[in-house]
């Protein structure tokens, strides 16, 4: 086949997670309804916390931002995957995947990005709990969420630029519900080898760093929590931490998940449909961890709700 340049390519076949028409309203019903338990729920956390003074914390700032970085992060994939379920067509331009992969990494980053500066909070609030209001004033937290986008939309740009210079053949059919690069790296007909090592280098260092800087933290963390000589303030200590360690573990646990079954399956479908759990399931599930293992929270959405 006559290779055909990206520029040329007017659009690609989204091919989702089934082909069985009879699958397709179950698949609509599950979607439509996980994403607006997402929105709900995360905009309810919003709304707790700008509404609530007692909220006004460093903590719950950053987790406002991280409800709509999840926001941000489903709706970049789940209404296209809706609209092609409804209306039956797979496309997608060739335009229209290329902002859906920005958007893609720059919310999936920024999530990374925010756990990492939540978990360095709870460090500075557990270990250095008298310079806490200095360390983690408004100014330096403000500071904290702008370079994380901006490293964000660093991390988005620089793999655009690596699938704006891949080469296809007349087949551009993606086994998955939105434009997954991987993908795209495996229907090229240019060789990609250099891109797929400038890929795993960026996901060192997008993904190594960040989690160094939480497993450092909680190991000083927990080294600070053990010092503690009374049981009841060392589950107090911790007590502040487990939402954002649920949180932490869902996370990564569920991309390292995808990572294990794109490497044991060689089922495009089958990536497809596990790679739901962390692009679909954990933005759901994160209002549900931080509200019911909160009490803050807690109150705040009942004072929201009465209201």
């Known amino acids: 086949m006559e290779p055909q340049n990206l520029t040329d390519v007017s659009e690609f076949l989204l091919l989702g997670l089934s082909d069985d028409p009879e699958l397709q309203p179950l698949l ?9 338990i997402t929105v709900t729920g995360n905009l309810l956390i919003i709304l707790a916390v700008t509404s609530d003074s007692h909220l006004h914390t460093p903590m719950y700032f950053f987790l406002s931002n ?14 296209k995957a809706l609209v092609n379920i409804q209306t039956g067509s797979k496309s997608i331009t ?14 999936g980053c920024l999530d990374d990005l925010l756990l990492t500066v939540m978990a360095y909070d709870r460090f500075v609030a557990i270990c250095h709990p008298l310079h806490y209001t200095v360390i983690m004033n408004p100014r ?7 370079v994380s986008f901006f490293f964000s939309l660093l991390d988005s740009q620089l793999h655009i630029s690596m699938v704006s210079q891949l080469t296809f053949c007349t087949d551009v059919e993606i086994p998955h519900f939105f434009c997954d690069p991987p993908q795209l790296f495996s229907l090229a007909c240019s060789d990609t080898s250099i891109s797929i090592i400038l890929v795993y280098c960026i996901g060192v260092i997008f993904g190594g760093v960040p989690v160094s800087g939480i497993l450092f933290s ?10 503690v000589s009374s049981s009841g303030g060392k589950y107090k200590a911790f007590s502040t931490c487990a939402s954002h360690l649920s949180v932490v573990c869902l996370f990564y646990g569920t991309g390292f998940a995808v990572y294990l079954s794109s490497a044991v399956s060689s089922s495009p479908r089958k990536y497809a449909v596990s790679s739901v759990m962390y692009t679909v399931v954990t933005p759901m599930l994160n209002p549900f961890i931080y509200s019911l293992r909160n009490r803050d929270i807690k109150r705040a ?3 929201l709700l009465k209201k």
């Open 28 to 36: 609509f019903g599950l979607f439509l309804s996980t994403y607006l």
């Open 66 to 79: 991280l409800s709509l970085a999840d926001i941000g992060f489903i709706s970049t994939t789940v209404p």
């Open 94 to 107: 060739y335009g229209g995947c290329l902002i859906q992969m920005t958007f893609f990494y720059l919310f």
């Open 140 to 146: 330096h937290c403000g500071l904290l969420v702008l």
């Open 218 to 227: 909680y190991s000083r963390i927990v080294s600070s929590i053990l010092r």
């Open 301 to 303: 959405l009942l004072r």
